[in-house]
């Protein structure tokens, strides 16, 4: 029996075999928490499954994806729209915005639905606060079109105070729910699903506002900087929101979750006013300057 032949096919299967284990696994592991059969033969068996799915997945990612990373590169920038996406950064941020808000839509969407099936306001807050970002994400996404590449600095500024206005508004409302919360003590049940969901979506965008920051520093672009403080005040609220389900769900001490979650819902709210007042003032002293020149 050749065995490094058999491990080496274990290792490498072939792509649509990969594909389909990817799927299956991600399927019996919904079922599993779903279901709440997690300490069955049957979860123990999903778990191997799993593992062993994603650490070929790791090893594909790994070995064959770099091969092709020219080839694919090239094939971007053949391409029209590839093309622009990769030298315009206007263009790039728009469709980074249409993305994000798509995505936080539909994240908003499910924790609506969340909070009317566990009747929790704070779901039902958080949901209403997504919405109400992607409606400022929706604004920038506006502008950029209306604008089509041209640089009004003024127009920008203005777009950029207003995002700030909204954004403080709408976090002052959001830190009367959490000290509501504080003050009346309750809490609520969420399943598994909701704790892997709302931690998945956590990771995206924290990841995307960490990536934005980085990407976008060297353009001087006021409607970038207001993209990139709307995807870090998401991705602040994002973190909170998954402490407070995760020590409700995980945590049995009352006054320890009561505690952490003023310190943090203190903390995040005091940071994204802090930053809304910054970019207020610094929008109105940069349309004075313009105004002067």
């Not at 729209?81 to 994000?100: C, Q």
């Not at 499910?110 to 109400?132: D, E, K, M, P, R």
């Not at 709408?170 to 969420?190: Q, W």
Request: include cysteine; glycine fraction near 4%.
């Amino acid at each position: 029996m050749d065995l490094k032949r058999i491990g080496n096919k274990l290792l490498h299967p072939p792509g649509w075999l990969l594909a389909v284990l990817s799927i299956i696994s991600a399927m019996m592991l919904t079922v599993v928490f779903v279901k709440d059969i997690s300490k069955t033969l049957i979860a123990y068996a999903v778990y191997a499954l799993a593992s062993y799915t994603l650490l070929v997945d790791c090893i594909f990612i790994a070995i064959v994806l770099p091969k092709h990373y020219n080839k694919i590169k090239q094939m971007i920038y053949d391409n029209k729209y590839g093309n622009r996406y990769m030298t315009d950064a206007a263009f790039k941020v728009e469709v980074s915005l249409y993305i994000s808000l798509a995505i936080t839509l539909g994240f908003s969407v499910y924790n609506l639905v969340s909070g009317f099936t566990y009747s929790s306001l704070w779901l039902g807050a958080v949901a209403v606060y997504y919405i109400l970002l992607s409606i400022i994400r929706f604004l920038l996404l506006r502008f950029i079109k209306k604008n089509n590449g041209k640089q009004d600095m003024i127009a920008e500024y203005r777009s950029y105070r207003l995002s700030a206005i909204l954004m403080m508004l709408i976090t002052f409302t959001l830190s009367g729910i959490v000290l509501s919360m504080i003050l009346k003590n309750k809490s609520y049940v969420y399943s598994d699903v909701y704790v892997i969901t709302s931690a998945t979506y956590t990771f995206y965008t924290l990841t995307v506002s960490i990536i934005d920051i980085i990407r976008y520093r060297k353009y001087e672009s006021p409607v970038l900087s207001a993209a990139k403080a709307i995807r870090l005040a998401a991705a602040l609220i994002s973190i909170l929101s998954l402490e407070t389900v995760m020590l409700i769900h995980f945590g049995n001490d009352e006054v320890l979750r009561r505690n952490i979650t003023a310190l943090t819902g203190a903390a995040v709210s005091i940071i994204l006013i802090l930053m809304s007042i910054y970019m207020i003032v610094h929008a109105n002293k940069e349309i004075k300057k313009l105004k002067e020149q």
